[in-house]
């Protein structure tokens, strides 16, 4: 033990830190891998805004809303496409999204050795403004940009109240009381890290994120609705141009184009899940033109409605049979 001890002590301060994390890493990958089995894609958990995702091979490219969230990769990778842009994280990388974005993903690296283990864990602003509030935090590390979406270096603290968070599965009565306790440990070291000026300024009311944040609720609650730019910058106090710069700068998109993802994603849902024909469900988002629907539904996702709908049931039904073997 002590030579083991003299020999660690004798490396270069940065090798032991990346030691330390590969090691929190390997840890936190054996305590999810242990939770998470079967066919299942995604376990919701006991704890609230506490996910888990488990995948044995590598999937195709599918469109989906990130929420505001931390996720961690602890086994396998994945590629998000937020307009032109592409992020990639992984085991020693985090994804930090700081509003509700329309996204492209890919599950990249998995197999049924070495499957694809995530966690997401959602943001609470509450939680983060109270933070902000409370304490004297220590400024941010300042590498920043600003989209509502970037990556971050894993780090022995973060990773490690993670694992914590997770023991809480083997005590369930421990939960109520311990998780918000974590969990706002886990803000707390984003709030200090790489990405704590993003959070900051989303949770700041006034601040340019936070008005968007404000507008991109209200398309969510109102995309059937016809959309007016002006009426819409003014609800957030922002003249029409400021409005549509910030809203790409942190989306990637137009609110225009933001509206259109929505109410394609809903029609899908409409007609997938209950079992509304094109028709029905293109006048139910908003659509006026059934051509305009089709033709937008097929440039998203790739095929007409009735095909891309008939096809998805068809590989549903594939999984079940799976699942039932």
């Known amino acids: 033990m002590r030579g083991q001890a003299f020999e660690n002590n004798s490396m ?52 989906g809303m990130y929420e505001p969230s931390i996720c ?51 943001i609470d602003w ?19 940009s600003s989209r509502g979406m970037a990556t971050g270096e894993v780090t022995l603290p973060l990773v490690a ?8 599965f083997s005590e369930p009565q421990d939960i109520p009381i311990l998780a918000p306790v974590i969990q706002r440990e886990i803000f707390y070291r984003l709030l200090v890290g790489d990405q704590g000026t993003r959070l900051r300024q989303m949770a700041s009311i006034g601040s340019r994120s936070h008005q968007i944040a404000r507008a991109i609720d209200w398309l969510k609650s109102n995309f059937a609705r016809p959309l007016r730019i002006d009426d819409l910058a003014t609800q957030v106090n922002m003249s029409t141009s400021t409005f549509h710069h910030h809203f790409r700068v942190l989306t990637a998109m137009s609110p225009l184009q933001y509206q259109k993802w929505l ?39 790739g095929s007409p409605p009735l095909r891309d709908i008939t096809n998805l049931r068809q590989i549903t039904a594939s999984i079940g049979r799976a699942e039932t073997m």
Do not use: C
């Not at 995702?53 to 490219?61: D, I, L, T, V, Y």
């Not at 509450?126 to 920043?144: G, K, T």
């Not at 033109?289 to 539904?297: A, I, W």
């Open 12 to 63: 270069p301060p940065l090798l032991v830190a990346l030691e330390a994390v590969g090691n929190g890493i390997a840890r936190l990958t054996d305590k999810v891998g242990r939770l998470v089995t079967g066919k299942a894609d995604r376990f919701v958990t006991a704890i609230p805004g506490l996910s888990l995702f488990r995948r044995e091979e590598p999937a195709g490219p599918t469109g």
């Open 161 to 168: 109240a993670f694992w914590r968070l997770i023991d809480l």
């Open 126 to 144: 509450r939680e983060i403004s109270q933070l902000m509030a409370d304490s004297n935090l220590p400024p941010p590390r300042a590498r920043q």
């Open 72 to 122: 961690l990769v602890a086994q396998g990778a994945k590629r998000v496409l937020l307009g032109d842009e592409t992020y990639v994280y992984d085991a020693h990388h985090f994804l930090i999204t700081s509003v509700d974005l329309p996204t492209v993903v890919q599950i990249i690296k998995a197999s049924p050795q070495e499957p694809y283990l995530g966690l997401m864990l959602k």
């Open 263 to 301: 109410r394609l994603n809903e029609a899908r849902r409409l007609m997938l899940t209950e079992r509304l024909d094109a028709g029905a469900a293109a006048f139910q988002v908003g659509y006026e033109s059934p051509s305009q629907f089709s033709r937008e539904y097929s440039r998203l996702f």
